[in-house]
């Protein structure tokens, strides 16, 4: 063995090295100990004056969100927080928990065990994760009676979203709410005019613009360098569209004729809208790579695809498309809500926010915490939310705002103001032309959104094996388009999918369904 | 002789291929840092353009600017080198404290103690508990949440354990009869002769130290005291857009600043390593060999 003498330096080196690890040790046993007293002594802090304060004082309230900046925004001096507790004469903290959805829900589930979460906390996801165990087992207040109390909470919420964030029907949180009638399509109008076609209505429309968009040279550069629609595995929004377009319907299950919950699979609009992306992809008026393509949108910002199915709003703030619009005058963005006069609706938020038990002691703690939100929503301040700083963030011109330094905002307003804005659309009066068109489009199509009838509900079956099931339909569908399954091998998938699970879950929904039909209605 | 010629000329042959396949290989491990790293001095512009960038035209240090704009970085860097350097001392102590005794045939319970050990490998506590132990500790929000609840690697314990077992009894015995008490023997006698064991371990710990995101995340709320590696996870998340928030226009920083923060997360690592590489490799082998 070729061991490593140790010379007589080296060992004393070696001895004062263990002695100050010791001492380190030592030192970081006393440290951890009088460390051990001062957070739970500034936890008593926080909650102490929450619940003893006398009624005139200013309210705390403490916020548990997600950080989605690339830095944490400064509490101490924040103009914003400073404007909001004048407002509302409260006390605000937060905490931000960095990483993915992934890092959220596990911090969010140790801090639901231990009870040590905020009075006001976000849930990233909501219907799929263990809130939902908490909530029935009582951890957290029913908001639902109190909403009504509210100027702006009464009336900022879709009954459609307050229905589908309930859990057994009533409400135990307030949605971030997203406009319902959100997904579209949104397609290059210069192009459209180019080749001299209308407007897009119906799903045949769809199809001509897809094809002269491959064909016509749209972009008149005399190279046939252009394709119609881009897309990734899950066609974007376009399925739903796409179904609801044909079939009225959106998602695994609708309601039918007997009132009960039928598989949507094996009607023949679903599989005709399967049948049309296949034509798409057979005559090559869609990207071949949809199937790997993680990121669709980068082709239509490169001016090589015309057509995307996605969220309006979404598509039209993106900061890639708003470059595509700078960098190429010509470019110019058509928007379309509905096609055959339908839309795919969405749940209608992002994430609920929740109220703690264990935080909010009293119900007269939880009213004012209502309180506050309802006022964070009052127009003055969602100016505040919404544009920042006047001054720093934004000027008024004629009573309209115009950006200053929207960089600031985003790092140092919008991470406070992100859990309190619930207003889903809010216009002003100098939008852009094209985000006032999705703005009017979203609320005017909001009757003719299809919804799926299960988001209103939780399946323990659908928690347990939702994942699974949809890959497997992802890759059929995939399949499909490919044109390696045909209308039969669809037949005998969708059987074998029902078994492995799809019926089960269809039974879990329908008995909620069975519950709740009469107060949905 | 025309054989041993001809058999020359074969080896010279196979050589030349086989050196220039192994610089090939190097060059394959060696080209993603540098174009990390480069990638991380070029104009935003240049690496749109380009996509990959080995020597930059035109050399800025603009990312490192946005980087040290706040004290945010620099900062959670020396967090992270605190967390490392004390963190290694902790594992290294308890491990070493742990190992020996146990390596001693005449400790009494020495297989009921052995036992326990492994269940820990086999079994954890999971999550949650976890949890309930570092605050029943008073650690959240402390820095012994980072280096407590992992002070002794019970798999690393148990490889310096078999390593202090190889070494010669009678080494021992001599110091006993030189007037040598248990803990001389460890500090004079032991230690010194398993320095490559040592050196390998430290740097395990040190490495898992360095790479750690997940304590932060779980038991620290106050941001001042992550390390690096939650704001290079939270930059690489953000720039591949996994964290969009379209209604409120989030700041995307450019491509550049991610390579900005994994080179600087990587460069001290990269900078140390060829110091201790020689203890490592030579201790690699002992320990595994003997283990």
């Known amino acids: ?521 | 002789m025309i054989k041993s010629i001809r058999t020359r000329g074969a080896a010279g042959w196979f050589d030349w291929i086989n050196g220039l396949f192994l610089i090939l290989f190097s060059l394959a491990t060696l080209v993603p840092f540098l174009f990390v790293i480069s990638s991380s001095f070029v104009t935003t512009k240049e690496l749109v353009e380009k996509g990959l960038v080995i020597f930059p035209s035109k050399i800025t240090l603009a990312a490192y600017q946005y980087l040290f704009s706040t004290r945010l970085i620099p900062v959670s860097l020396l967090v992270t080198v605190f967390i490392t350097v004390v963190g290694t001392l902790i594992n290294m102590a308890f491990t070493i404290l742990m190992a020996y005794p146990l390596s001693r045939r005449t400790l009494i319970g020495r297989d009921r103690i052995m036992q326990l050990v492994v269940f820990s490998i086999l079994f954890s506590g999971g999550m949650i508990p976890t949890f309930f132990v570092v605050e029943w500790l008073g650690l959240l929000d402390t820095y012994g949440a980072y280096w407590l609840p992992g002070a002794i690697s019970a798999f690393n314990m148990i490889l310096l354990k078999n390593f202090f077992q190889q070494l010669p009894a009678g080494l021992e015995e001599s110091a006993t009869i030189d007037g040598c008490n248990d803990m001389q023997i460890l500090t004079r006698i032991v230690l010194p002769l398993s320095m490559p064991a040592i050196a390998t371990f430290s740097l395990f710990y040190a490495l898992g130290h360095w790479n750690a995101y997940f304590n932060a995340i779980m038991y620290i709320t106050d941001a001042g005291k992550w390390p690096i590696q939650v704001w290079l996870r939270q930059i690489v998340i953000l720039s591949s857009g996994g964290l969009g928030e379209s209604d409120f226009l989030t700041v995307v920083p450019p491509q550049t600043v991610q390579y900005a923060v994994i080179t600087l997360s990587v460069a001290p690592l990269l900078i140390v390593y060829p110091f201790i590489q020689k203890h490592f490799s030579q201790g690699m082998l002992l320990g595994s060999v003997k283990g």
């Open chain 1, 1 to 521: 063995m070729n061991m490593h003498w140790a010379t007589g330096k080296k060992s004393i080196a070696w001895m004062t090295a263990s002695v100050m690890a010791i001492t380190m040790l030592a030192g970081c046993g006393s440290s951890d100990q009088s460390a051990s007293g001062s957070p739970s002594a500034s936890a008593g802090g926080t909650s102490a004056p929450a619940s003893g304060k006398p009624a005139e004082g200013p309210t705390t309230i403490t916020f548990m969100t997600t950080l989605f900046g690339a830095q944490p925004p400064q509490i101490e001096g924040s103009e914003y927080i400073k404007k909001a507790e004048a407002y509302t004469n409260t006390k605000l903290s937060y905490t931000f928990v960095p990483g993915d959805n992934m890092a959220y829900e596990n911090k969010l589930n140790v801090s639901l065990a231990s009870g040590d979460l905020a009075m006001v906390t976000v849930v990233t996801n909501y219907k799929g994760g263990a809130i939902v165990n908490g909530i029935r087992n009582g951890q957290f207040w029913e908001v639902g009676p109190y909403i009504k109390n509210y100027p702006n909470l009464s009336k900022i919420f879709e009954p459609s979203t307050l229905a589908n964030v309930a859990i057994d029907g009533k409400n135990y949180s307030l949605p971030r709410p997203r406009p319902t009638a959100r997904n579209g399509l949104v397609y290059r109008k210069d192009w459209l005019d180019a080749v001299g076609l209308p407007e897009p209505k119906t799903l045949d429309d769809v199809y001509a613009m897809a094809k002269a968009f491959t064909e016509k040279d749209p972009d008149k550069n005399g190279k046939n360098d252009t394709f119609g629609l881009t897309s990734n595995e899950v066609f974007n929004a376009g399925f739903d569209i796409v179904t609801a377009a044909l079939g009225n319907r959106v998602g695994w299950y609708s309601v039918g004729s007997d009132n009960k919950l039928h598989n949507n699979f094996d009607t023949k609009e679903y599989v005709d809208a399967l049948q049309f992306f296949r034509k798409l992809y057979a005559e090559k008026l869609m990207n071949q790579d949809f199937a790997t393509q993680k990121s669709p949108i980068d082709a239509f910002v490169q001016g090589k695809a015309g057509i995307v199915f996605e969220a309006l709003d979404g598509m039209v703030n993106f900061g890639k498309v708003q470059e595509m619009l700078k960098n190429n005058p010509n470019a110019k963005l058509g928007l379309a809500s509905t096609i055959n006069g339908k839309t795919s609706a969405t749940p209608g938020y992002n994430g609920v926010v929740v109220f703690p038990k264990s935080a909010i002691k009293t119900e007269d703690q939880l009213k004012k915490v209502l309180s506050f939100l309802d006022k964070m929503n009052d127009e003055s301040m969602l100016l505040l939310n919404l544009w920042g700083v006047e001054g720093k963030n934004y000027s008024l011109k004629d009573g309209s705002p115009e950006p200053l330094d929207r960089a600031d905002f985003a790092s140092n307003v919008a991470p406070f103001a992100l859990p309190l804005t619930l207003a889903p659309i809010v216009q002003w009066p100098k939008d852009s032309a094209d985000a006032k068109k999705y703005k009017q489009l979203q609320l005017d199509n909001v009757k003719n959104a299809v919804s799926d009838p299960t988001w209103p509900f939780s399946s323990q079956t659908y928690t347990e094996k939702g994942s699974d099931l949809t890959k497997k339909l992802n890759d059929a569908r995939v399949k499909f388009v490919f044109g390696e399954m045909d209308a039969a091998g669809w037949a005998a998938f969708v059987s074998d999918w029902k078994k492995q699970g799809g019926d089960k879950v269809m039974e879990e929904f329908n008995v909620e369904y069975q519950k709740n039909k009469d107060t949905l209605k």
